[in-house]
Nanobody, 121 residues
Framework: QVQLVESGGGLVQAGGSLRLSCAASGRTFGSYVMGWLRQAPGKEREFVAAISTSGGNTDYADSVRGRFTISRDNAKNTVYLQMNSLKPEDTAVYYC??????????????WGQGTQVTVSS
């Protein structure tokens, strides 16, 4: 079992930056592929980014590639999402997730509670 707690969300103007953090409990954090997904009002949840257990491999949705960076610190049991050049369409609840079921694009065994990111124009 692993529990995930996100932080770092908030209100930012377009063009600004935010850094999300996801702290994980348990001693198995380093064995999980981690992901960030988001859900905007009235829309389905969508993949944002994923990172391998060592941090050596990452993947991004086309909509955020070049603006967002996912990273992890296994010694601190934490995964991060650095978000730069934010756009109003990035407004959503952002979820941290661990241990994908099959593909890391959508299904995970463990989820955080989510953190709201709002980008004003």
């Amino acid at each position: 079992q692993v529990q995930l707690v996100e932080s770092g969300g908030g209100l930012v103007q377009a063009g600004g930056s935010l850094r999300l953090s996801c702290a994980a409990s348990g001693r198995t954090f380093g064995s999980y592929v981690m992901g960030w997904l988001r859900q905007a009002p009235g829309k389905e949840r969508e993949f944002v980014a994923a990172i391998s257990t060592s941090g050596g491999n990452t993947d991004y949705a086309d909509s955020v590639r070049g603006r967002f960076t996912i990273s992890r610190d296994n010694a601190k049991n934490t995964v991060y999402l650095q978000m730069n050049s934010l756009k109003p369409e990035d407004t959503a609840v952002y979820y941290c997730a661990a241990d994908p079921i099959g593909s890391y694009y959508s299904s995970y065994n463990y989820w955080g509670q989510g953190t709201q990111v709002t980008v004003s124009s």
